[in-house]
């Protein structure tokens, strides 16, 4: 009941595309889903985070689109460009602690 | 403003050995995060301290702890090392102990190698 689960693993995009990377949950306490880019050599960066009062959020080329019924939320990447090209990670927290469930990260190559 | 720092960046130790790894947080942030990351179990969390004290704790060996200073800075210590161990131990810090506003930031990490 605490797993994230992430797909694709890996995603290739097209530069100017439309990445979009899926999450899905079973524990119904998480109430706040942030989205991390992680590169190589760094830790882990929040780009965009929801809470399941709203449907979705924008800031930028970066959506996240929540489904509260059907307990899933996906990262959509408008425009992709190949400095996109990272690791990104969905995570969910909520119930009686802080801790972060982190998914499993899906590698995107944005190409050029 | 100072991001999370993490020092050493890189070590190297061997089994059975002990390490002590350090965590600087943000400038006023409070809570302290420890998360452990590896190829083959993702990011996992370790613990959380907030003021001193430990509020959360992961699944981990009674092998791993952490304290936190009262100037927010933290450590963890890995004691008899295994080689699983071998992972990039992620700190992460917040502002305040409410979670409506607990956005983590997290440092560049510190690659562990145990051989």
């Known amino acids: 009941q605490q797993q994230v689960k992430q797909s694709p693993q890996s995603l290739i995009v097209q530069k100017g595309g439309i990445s979009i990377i899926n999450c899905a949950y079973e524990?119904?306490?998480?109430?706040?889903f942030p989205w991390y880019q992680q590169f190589p050599g760094k830790g882990p960066a929040l780009l965009i985070a929801i809470r399941p009062d709203v449907s979705e959020k924008k800031e930028g080329r970066f959506t996240i689109s929540f489904n509260k019924s059907a307990k899933q939320f996906s990262l959509h990447i408008m425009d992709s460009q190949p400095g996109d090209s990272a690791t990104y990670f969905c995570?969910?927290?909520?119930?009686?602690?802080?801790?972060?469930?982190f998914g499993t990260g899906t590698l995107l190559a944005v190409q050029p | 403003k100072a991001g999370v720092t993490q020092t050493p960046r890189y070590l190297i130790k061997t089994r059975g050995q002990q390490v002590t790894l350090s965590c600087s947080p943000i400038s006023g942030h409070r809570s302290v995060s420890w998360y452990q990351q590896t190829p083959g179990q993702g990011l996992q969390f370790l613990f959380e301290y907030f003021s001193e004290t430990q509020r959360n704790k992961g699944n981990f060996p009674g092998r791993f702890s952490g304290r936190q200073f009262s100037n927010s800075r933290s450590e963890m210590n890995v004691s008899t090392l295994e080689l699983g161990d071998s992972a990039l131990y992620l700190c992460a810090s917040s502002w305040l102990s409410s979670r409506l506003t607990d956005t983590q930031y997290f440092g560049p990490g510190t690659r562990l190698t145990v051989l």
């Open positions: 524990n119904t306490a998480f109430d706040y």
């Open positions: 995570a969910a927290r909520g119930g009686a602690t802080n801790k972060l469930i």
